[in-house]
Structures are given as C-alpha cells and as structure tokens.
C-alpha cells in the first residue's frame, strides 16, 4: 500500500480555477486506495511541509493558464531552491517539496504536477466546457501515478 497525498488547489467561485477541487472529488468518488489522503487548500502554503514529509508519492493539482482550454499536463516535480515560497500565501510544490525536506529530513519518493489549463477564470461557479470535459482524463492520469509502485 502506497501512502499518497493528493493536494488541490484552487478557487471553486472562479470558473475554471476550480477545476482541481472537482478532480478531486471525481477520484475520491472512483475508489482510491484508504491510504490515500485528499486535501483541497485555495492555496498551497508552508503548513503543508509536513504531511508531505510523511507521503511517499505527492500529486499536486491545479488549474493552469498557459495551454488550450481542456488541456492535461503531468509534470515531475523535484525539490527546488531556485522557486520561492511566495510568504505565507502561496508556495509553489518545489518550494514544498524543498521544504518538507530541510525541516522533516524526508520528501515524498514521487511528486508530480497535474493541470487542467482553463479558458475562464471570472467570477463564476460553473466550469467552462472544455474543462469539464477534460475532468475524467485528469482523474484516470492521477490513479495511474498513483497505482504505480514505490521502489524500495
């Protein structure tokens, strides 16, 4: 049994911002393994070091801005001096991974960055179409990371 944490990020009341908390919601609904732990913060902040030091595969997920609407990008993540923490607002997962790293002595063996580019990001509560379209993509990439066995 794999320990995994699956971090969402994002603003439900804008629009397409929102999309990682309904992936989220979507994988919790297909049955993942118990041991997998969801958590679903606006932002990603310092506080989060800490569970991430005791999981061995971390899946972030958020909304993204720089590919057509719909789009799936998976992207693995390693620790990272070079990104900032952003205060006590918003950190980027490097920075976390980094972190949890320095103050716990450990980081996760895998950590990867899923998106779901959006097309809108106004004040809104629905998702525009392409990205509920692109929610059960995103939801079988995410079980397939996390079904793939941690070497010892």
Known sequence: MIKALVL???NSLRGDDGVALQ???DLQKTGCDPATEFRWPQQWTPELAEPISKAEVVVFVDAALDAPAGSIACTHLLP???TSLGGTHHSSPESLLLLAEELY???PLRAYLVTV???AFELEENL???VRSAIPGAVERI???LSVSVPD
Do not use: I, M, T
């Open 23 to 25: 992936v989220v919601n």
């Open 8 to 10: 969402a990020c994002g």
């Open 128 to 130: 525009s179409d392409p």
């Open 143 to 145: 079980k397939a990371l």
């Open 80 to 82: 990272n001096r070079s």
């Open 105 to 107: 002595g450990k980081r």
């Open 117 to 119: 580019a959006g097309a």
